[in-house]
């Protein structure tokens, strides 16, 4: 049986580390000099591995195996968000580089933009399957600073480079080994997760619309404040979730922007960012029910009515039943009543794969 060399993994692992490094983690944006370089860095292993390398033009990077079938397609990410974790993406990349230096058959690919620093996000796995179209390329601009993606690329050296597709039956499988993201396994005193499923994100833009007046002058019964319109809704929202959620269901108000933004303003606007998630549609359908129940709601009782517009909606994605009962056996060989199957609660290149 191919042998895994576990120092040399270690080895990769942590040069991977040393670019980008930023106090105990790295920073790595979507094509800015560190994760070029590291996609270069990466090239480099696979030559030595004797994969065949290559970029393509969205920043792909795949290594080719160059001997017979059938294939397993083993990959991740290997740029980071701001400021982040080391291990989140680079795991699944390296696991591949080490299961193609032990010989096993497998190609090994680096997605681009999988974190989303660019509108759409996941870029590089939905081009690589074909659901990235030209059109969507010259609107995305970056999410830090607005630069139109065209222009990134172009700085990153890949102008006017093809983007791949992956080859129909070549490959067995997709494997991508992550870290967690959470706490549950740590929790309980566990070692391995096997994933049963990837959570759908559904994206929300709430937009309140209220009265911005002096916050001296104009009494509480006057007001028309979007911002406590905007807290009141979410309230409602934590408190209704829970009859209509999952048991892994999870939502969030990542960005709540008041304008003008100022002490002694009322808000006249609140712009809220929303989302949940779960593996099942069914689920999925009830949140949304309750939410715009909750919105509608909300005009009925408030001064400042609430827009509610969806902005993000995929589909969950289920793992195949012969790999996971073969990563079962793998995980109570090395880990025995020491591993657990789970939903993944993030999204990854895999979900776009798997189509």
Excluded at 49 to 69: C, F
Excluded at 87 to 106: I, K, M, N
Excluded at 145 to 151: F, K
């Amino acid at each position: 049986m191919p042998r895994i060399d576990a120092e040399r993994f270690l080895k990769d692992l942590n040069d991977l580390r040393q670019i980008g490094k930023y106090k105990t983690g790295v920073h790595r944006p979507t094509y800015s000099p560190q994760d070029m370089e590291s996609r270069r860095w990466l090239m480099e292993r696979m030559a030595e591995i004797g994969l065949e390398p290559s970029i393509d033009g969205i920043g792909n990077v795949y290594g080719r195996h160059r001997g017979p079938g059938p294939h397993l397609l083993v990959g991740s990410h290997i740029e980071s968000q701001n400021y982040a974790g080391w291990l989140d993406g680079a795991l699944g990349v390296v696991a591949g580089l080490a299961l193609a230096r032990a010989g096993l058959p497998v190609d090994v690919a680096a997605f681009a933009d999988e974190e989303g620093h660019f509108e759409g996000g996941f870029l590089g796995s939905r081009s690589i399957i074909g659901e990235l179209s030209e059109e969507e390329i010259d609107r995305s601009r970056s999410r830090n600073d607005g630069t139109p993606l065209r222009e990134a690329l172009a700085a990153a050296g890949l102008a006017g480079k093809p983007r791949m597709q992956l080859e129909p039956g070549r490959h067995k499988g997709f494997f991508e080994m992550h870290i967690e993201q959470g706490t549950q396994l740590e929790r309980s005193g566990l070692r391995l997760g096997v994933v049963t499923g990837i959570v759908a994100i559904w994206q929300w833009r709430i937009e309140i619309e209220g009265q911005q007046d002096h916050a001296g002058g104009t009494t509480m019964a006057e007001r028309r404040d979007a911002g406590l319109t905007a807290v009141r809704l979410l309230a409602a929202i934590d408190r209704e979730f829970p009859r209509v959620c999952g048991e892994r269901s999870t939502w969030t108000a990542g960005r709540i922007i008041l304008e003008p933004g100022a002490p002694s303003i009322i808000p006249g606007r609140a712009d809220v960012l929303f989302q949940f998630r779960d593996v099942s549609m069914a689920v999925l359908e009830r949140m949304e029910a309750a939410l715009r129940a909750l919105v509608q709601e909300s005009n009925r009782n408030e001064r400042c009515p609430a827009t509610l517009t969806q902005i993000a909606r995929a589909t969950p994605a289920l793992c195949d039943p012969a790999m996971m009962a073969a990563l079962d056996q793998a995980a109570e060989r090395h880990a025995p009543g020491l591993w657990q199957r789970m939903p993944s609660g993030a999204g990854h290149d895999a979900q776009y794969i798997a189509k």
